[in-house]
């Protein structure tokens, strides 16, 4: 019985927009800090999990970059999907590769392009999880004690009962709610954030696999019989996410509250936000210069970014696309890269 | 008797950086339109004026750009500069040389850097100084009609005497006047935009220097006897413009007022109010992509800028260098100039 991480590294990240690119998606920037965000994910569970037991789920196209930012491991261990279909055929197929080297595993799942700032904190809850997962069993995830009432992340409630006030049974998962749902659920406590990292063992999982969702199973099962029909066969995958598609059935499924100073960085609001403010309140990463301005953010690649009078604005800058918006519009980046779409001007995407 | 024309090109317009640098000024960018302002000045002129009777003043270290951008010119007629000392010196040791060459010269000057919409009225207006002055002599500028109180510009009073209503004598220079004189002086017609712009014969004007600026005179004198003085004799002028040091006390002085779609392209809020703008009221120089967004600018030289939710500003792009600020304050460009000079960001000046 040993244990196993799954990195999950197969985002598109549009959200970031122009820093991040087609064949440069989010987990490969270095947001916060001087490395990829994929190999912070990796380094800070490496006291845990050696490189021999790790894996990466990620798009055929960016299996290089994988390799790229983690050059210790074995490159087997990088499983690049043909297209993708969502977490739920992911994490199925890094499960079905260990479970037949290790039908004991236990997996760790972790996104790649959170940031979480208590890691030693984070490593405590995930070896009392996997702890957990090796003597009795079941699926656990990590709930983030929420600051305040987000309405771009999914929530998880507790149910009251568990192993103990460290170890919740889950109630059940919340999509996306809408504000007031929002602040009721963080009014009331007993909510979480869904952070998308899961502990389970492998048998356990590709059983709930089997009975929830049977083509995926099916699939993978051809394809580790024989590899090249993994173009004929993934492609074929419906759309699911694991907390869909298997978390929100499977039993027993318990929550770790986790106070463990996470984000996800989710959009340049939220990077905006991580970033060291001057005494009006602006922000620079890279070259800016500042005059008569306030709660400004400048994030640049290269270019220098001044402002004269500018106010509640984020600039992000590279040497061949500039995007301009305030910070509450940090969701929308997409529409531009929609717009570049449709204006053929897929080389600046 | 022959018509010569001096382009003033000496400028360094750092309220265009960062599309004008410290190597490539104001006059050798394309602002409006598609060729340098340089060079379309130049050529609005050619049906009066041909080559060989146009000089350039202008910096020494913008010697070789004037040559790239009117190839076509004597280049012994294109004077450098050791250092700039304001129009006066610039104008007057142009005259020197035309002078020497054409003692009956009559001499037309235009900055290099200002735009002029009704091209053929404008000519007409200089034939007819040019006329004026060959058969009667005298020192005749160019008028603009003002359509708004500005005060980033001198202004001419008209004294109602003249030689006809489309000739009229000046009564005095004002300088940029602050707002309430500039509304006055606007409502009480009769004064005019002074656009910088000159006709007069050699020889009356430089009789003019002799007396109003001596020591201009006498250097110039040096400079024709013993040209390896330049750099000795040069630097010694005072700063002083030709409508202080020369016109405030030249007589007599006309202005023919000026109806001629006549803009300096002074700032980028002057340069905004060029562009041709869409429903939303934005404009854009280069590639831009706008998203809910309103009078916005966006004035590139190869990224592409994108806006959301963004109103009321302007914004500048090039490969290294990004300037954000609303038009209100497009005056105050210099202010990132300094910082960038006493940060020693020198490189991208």
Redesign the interface.
């Given at each position: 019985m040993a244990r196993w991480l799954v990195i999950l590294a197969g985002g598109r990240g549009e959200r970031f927009w122009?820093l991040s690119r087609m064949m440069h998606p989010k987990q490969f920037l270095s947001l916060v800090g001087s490395e990829s965000m994929l190999r912070t994910t990796r380094e800070r569970l490496k006291p845990l999990i050696d490189d021999a037991h790790t894996w990466v789920v990620t798009g055929r196209d960016y299996v290089g970059k994988v390799r790229e930012n983690l050059p210790l491991m074995p490159t087997s261990q990088i499983l690049g999907e043909p297209v993708g279909r969502n977490t739920a055929p992911s994490i199925a197929w890094a499960a079905f590769e260990i479970f037949a080297l290790d039908p004991e595993a236990v997996i760790t799942v972790l996104p790649s392009d959170h940031m979480i700032r208590r890691t030693d904190e984070f490593r405590r809850l995930v070896r009392m999880a996997i702890e957990q997962a090796e003597t009795h069993g079941g699926f656990y995830t990590f709930g983030i004690v929420p600051s305040h009432p987000e309405t771009g992340y999914g929530y998880i409630e507790q149910d009251g009962e568990g192993v103990s006030p460290a170890i919740q049974r889950v109630a059940r998962f919340v999509e996306k709610p809408p504000l007031e749902q929002a602040e009721a659920m963080v009014a009331s406590g007993g909510y979480y954030w869904n952070s998308g990292m899961f502990v389970f063992p492998a048998q356990e999982f590709l059983q709930a696999v089997k009975v929830h969702l049977p083509e995926v199973y099916q699939g993978l099962e051809l394809i580790q019989q024989d590899p090249s029909r993994l173009d004929a066969v993934f492609p074929r995958f419906p759309q699911v996410s694991v907390d869909h598609g298997i978390f929100e059935k499977a039993h027993p499924m318990y929550v770790l509250p986790a106070d463990i100073g996470w984000d996800d960085v989710g959009t340049f609001a939220a990077l905006a936000r991580l970033l060291p403010r001057n005494d009006e309140k602006n922000a620079a990463r890279g070259?800016a210069?500042f005059?008569?301005s306030e709660n400004v953010t400048a994030i640049?690649e290269?270019?220098?970014?001044?402002?004269?009078?500018?106010k509640d604005?984020v600039?992000v800058?590279?040497?061949?696309?500039?995007?301009?918006?305030?910070p509450?519009?940090a969701q929308?980046?997409r529409?531009?890269v929609q717009?570049?779409k449709e204006?053929r001007?897929e080389h600046?995407l």
């Open positions: 122009p070259h210069v005059v008569d640049s290269g270019p220098v970014v001044s402002f004269i009078g500018v604005l600039v800058a590279t040497r061949d696309a500039v995007l301009i918006l305030p509450e519009r929308d980046v529409q531009v717009a570049l204006g001007h600046l």
